[in-house]
């Protein structure tokens, strides 16, 4: 009897399994909205888009807004692209073709992934002259223009609501990738699909500024994303900023571009950049450095507008310590404002501007690079104050003025872009460091670097040379210390230091530089002369709340004069270093 009972359960369990595997069969094509959660966090990073091979399926897919198919559409014109999802008609192939008209050879060929497809742009001059490259186009994008949201890429990648300019919606025609935009995406959503697109290329071969926009077609009624080549910068020495011309190929002279197009679910946007994610991880690695959590409580110890006869060096009264200018007090008292002021509030970290002072006859090239041969008799007097505030637990930075340029001497008006491959350079930055490094100071704020890497200018070392000469080197020589980079870096120099932004340029996430850069340290800075655009008064947006929100959202806020504006930090929100 027990094993007739038996045999019954195992068929009708053997029923079931099969009743389930039939059903699980025939709805494997069903979607479900809203995210699943990734098997794992860090998936494998597929080979380089643009080297013949798809990127391969992740947890990211979970954030697909339905099933999406691309087609290439082949017209005597030009080819075309015709995107849907779930049925949706997203990208139309009635816009322009996929380049402008151009003097090169263009070939084109569609690689499909899961939420799009990249499109393989192969661009050769064959001619025995220069010609210009063709602007690459995505084009007839069906998204209503009064409910869209727009992808703002300049600093910082968030949304922003499209800005008039005269019959076009545009971000930014005059700004370039890598020299002021972060990553070289563009983006837009509406209520049920975020449509994405990424240039995809080897910025340090290729060497062109890659600027990218937003246009409304009229005659279409349909958005165009534009991507052009510059071989130089703006010029923004007039009233109105003009581009610069076309980028140009020489005779046989042949480039390799991808543009990655894909489609998300709106409110998971970030994964319709999952190509250059990937190819972006493959090319450049990871983080370099160690994300430090802690806000910082920027002091600036003087200002230009203070430069007088009894006061050459401009510096404040105030001083480092609290007590009276550095020229006359030095160092005295910092360990004592630490603890009365700067420690209770909730900060651990402190960067010093000016420390050296502003320069009297060469104003211009403010602010000082000498930011420790340079000291006045009174600060070399009291450096052990500074060190015994560092061994009371403050971590000191200073803010080197014009960091990628080599000084000829204090205020002599010399100034040569920093070139790693001489001697004398390295040597004279070293200088300046090991006596910062010796005395315990453990962070450097980078002024005034560039992340071109176009133009002509010899002024400052190009984001490739800071890449792969500068930033290894400083690295190796003082390994403890951390970096700040200003202005804004874009993606890959990220990788070597924090990136420092005004705070009225950061919207409410930053997730897609969390996306791109896990382990990354953006600082969005607070100051009241620098006002959000979207607050009425000047000090309007120093509030607690914007602090405190900014490190909910992964960011490390740099404040100034917080003592004054009571910015104090709950530390409660402070991540404990892993």
Same mark, same amino acid.
């Given at each position: 009897?027990?094993?007739?009972?038996?045999?019954?359960?195992?068929?009708?369990g053997?029923w079931?399994?099969?009743?389930?595997?039939?059903?699980?069969?025939?709805?494997?094509?069903v979607r479900?909205?809203?995210?699943?959660?990734?098997r794992?966090?860090?998936?494998?990073?597929?080979?380089?888009?643009?080297?013949g091979?798809?990127?391969?399926?992740?947890a990211?897919?979970a954030?697909?807004?339905?099933?999406?198919?691309?087609?290439l559409?082949e017209?005597s014109?030009?080819?075309?692209?015709?995107?849907?999802?779930d049925?949706?008609e997203?990208?139309?192939?009635?816009?322009?073709?996929?380049?402008?008209?151009?003097?090169?050879?263009v070939?084109?060929?569609?690689?499909?992934w899961?939420?799009?497809?990249?499109?393989?742009?192969?661009i050769?001059?064959?001619?025995e002259?220069?010609q210009e490259?063709?602007?690459?186009?995505?084009?007839?994008?069906?998204?209503?223009?009064?409910?869209?949201?727009l992808?703002?890429?300049w600093?910082?990648?968030?949304?922003?609501?499209?800005?008039?300019?005269r019959?076009?919606?545009?971000?930014?025609?005059?700004?370039?990738?890598?020299?002021?935009?972060y990553?070289?995406?563009?983006?837009?959503r509406?209520?049920?699909?975020?449509?994405?697109?990424?240039?995809?290329?080897?910025?340090?071969?290729?060497?062109?500024?890659?600027n990218?926009?937003?246009?409304?077609?009229?005659r279409?009624?349909?958005?165009t994303?534009h991507v052009?080549?510059?071989?130089?910068?703006?010029d923004?020495?007039?009233?109105r900023?003009?581009?610069?011309?076309?980028?140009?190929?020489?005779?046989?002279?042949?480039?390799r571009?991808?543009l990655?197009?894909?489609?998300?679910?709106p409110d998971?946007?970030?994964?319709?950049?999952?190509?250059?994610?990937d190819?972006f991880?493959?090319r450049?690695?990871?983080?370099?450095?160690?994300?430090?959590?802690?806000?910082?409580?920027?002091?600036?110890l003087?200002?230009m507008?203070?430069?007088s006869?009894d006061?050459?060096r401009?510096?404040?009264?105030w001083?480092?310590?609290?007590?009276?200018?550095m020229?006359?007090?030095?160092?005295?008292?910092?360990?004592?404002?630490?603890?009365?002021?700067?420690l209770?509030a909730?900060?651990?970290?402190?960067?010093f501007?000016?420390?050296?002072?502003?320069?009297?006859?060469?104003?211009?090239?403010?602010?000082?690079?000498e930011i420790?041969s340079?000291?006045?008799e009174?600060m070399?007097?009291?450096?052990?104050d #500074?060190?015994? +505030?560092?061994e009371g @637990?403050?971590?000191?930075?200073?803010?080197?003025g014009?960091? !990628?340029? =080599?000084? &000829?001497g204090?205020?002599?008006?010399?100034?040569?872009?920093?070139?790693?491959?001489?001697?004398e350079?390295?040597q004279a930055?070293f200088?300046? #460091?090991?006596r +910062?490094?010796e005395? @315990?100071?453990?962070?450097?704020?980078?002024?005034a670097?560039s !992340?071109? =890497?176009g &133009?002509r200018?010899?002024?400052r070392?190009?984001s490739?040379?800071?890449f792969?000469?500068?930033?290894?080197?400083?690295?190796?020589?003082?390994?403890?210390?951390q970096?700040?980079?200003?202005?804004?870096?874009?993606d890959?120099?990220?990788?070597w230091?924090?990136s420092?932004?005004?705070?009225r340029?950061?919207?409410e996430?930053?997730a897609f530089?969390?996306?791109?850069?896990?382990?990354?340290?953006?600082?969005?800075?607070?100051?009241?002369?620098?006002?959000?655009?979207?607050?009425?008064?000047?000090?309007a947006?120093?509030v607690?709340e914007?602090?405190?929100?900014?490190?909910r959202?992964?960011?490390?806020?740099?404040?100034y004069?917080?003592?004054?504006?009571?910015?104090a930090?709950?530390r409660?929100?402070?991540?404990?270093?892993?």
């Amino acid at each position: 009897m027990q094993q007739r009972d038996q045999r019954s359960w195992w068929r009708t369990g053997i029923w079931w399994v099969l009743l389930f595997g039939v059903v699980g069969t025939a709805c494997g094509e069903v979607r479900f909205p809203g995210p699943v959660p990734p098997r794992n966090p860090q998936p494998e990073h597929p080979s380089s888009p643009d080297r013949g091979q798809a990127p391969k399926r992740d947890a990211d897919q979970a954030a697909a807004p339905g099933s999406v198919q691309v087609e290439l559409v082949e017209r005597s014109d030009g080819p075309r692209l015709r995107l849907r999802v779930d049925g949706r008609e997203i990208v139309r192939p009635e816009g322009p073709a996929l380049y402008s008209s151009s003097s090169c050879r263009v070939t084109v060929e569609k690689e499909s992934w899961e939420e799009g497809a990249l499109l393989h742009f192969t661009i050769a001059n064959l001619t025995e002259s220069s010609q210009e490259l063709p602007e690459l186009l995505i084009g007839g994008i069906q998204m209503d223009r009064q409910r869209v949201a727009l992808l703002e890429n300049w600093k910082h990648v968030h949304f922003k609501a499209p800005l008039e300019s005269r019959d076009h919606h545009q971000l930014h025609a005059l700004r370039s990738y890598p020299a002021q935009i972060y990553s070289p995406v563009l983006g837009m959503r509406d209520e049920s699909v975020f449509l994405g697109s990424s240039v995809i290329y080897d910025v340090f071969s290729v060497r062109r500024e890659v600027n990218l926009d937003y246009r409304w077609d009229r005659r279409n009624n349909s958005w165009t994303k534009h991507v052009r080549f510059w071989d130089d910068l703006p010029d923004r020495s007039g009233d109105r900023p003009s581009p610069p011309p076309i980028a140009r190929l020489d005779p046989n002279e042949e480039i390799r571009v991808t543009l990655a197009v894909g489609a998300a679910a709106p409110d998971q946007w970030v994964h319709a950049f999952r190509p250059y994610r990937d190819e972006f991880r493959d090319r450049f690695g990871e983080v370099r450095y160690q994300r430090s959590a802690e806000p910082i409580y920027a002091i600036s110890l003087g200002t230009m507008a203070l430069i007088s006869e009894d006061n050459p060096r401009g510096y404040n009264r105030w001083g480092a310590g609290g007590l009276g200018r550095m020229d006359a007090e030095g160092w005295r008292g910092l360990r004592q404002r630490a603890n009365r002021e700067i420690l209770p509030a909730g900060y651990r970290r402190v960067l010093f501007w000016q420390v050296s002072g502003s320069y009297r006859k060469h104003r211009a090239q403010n602010m000082v690079w000498e930011i420790t041969s340079a000291w006045p008799e009174a600060m070399e007097n009291t450096a052990d104050d #500074l060190v015994a +505030a560092i061994e009371g @637990g403050l971590t000191v930075g200073l803010w080197w003025g014009r960091a !990628s340029q =080599i000084s &000829g001497g204090f205020d002599s008006g010399e100034r040569t872009a920093w070139d790693p491959d001489r001697e004398e350079h390295n040597q004279a930055v070293f200088r300046e #460091l090991d006596r +910062a490094y010796e005395l @315990g100071v453990r962070l450097i704020g980078l002024d005034a670097t560039s !992340s071109a =890497i176009g &133009g002509r200018s010899d002024a400052r070392p190009r984001s490739d040379v800071l890449f792969k000469r500068i930033m290894p080197m400083l690295y190796e020589r003082y390994p403890e210390m951390q970096w700040i980079i200003e202005p804004a870096p874009c993606d890959y120099l990220h990788l070597w230091g924090a990136s420092f932004l005004w705070s009225r340029d950061v919207g409410e996430s930053n997730a897609f530089a969390e996306y791109l850069i896990p382990g990354h340290e953006t600082n969005p800075v607070f100051k009241r002369d620098r006002p959000h655009p979207d607050l009425d008064r000047q000090d309007a947006h120093m509030v607690r709340e914007r602090v405190e929100n900014m490190i909910r959202a992964g960011m490390t806020p740099m404040v100034y004069n917080a003592d004054r504006y009571g910015l104090a930090i709950d530390r409660d929100l402070i991540a404990e270093p892993e």
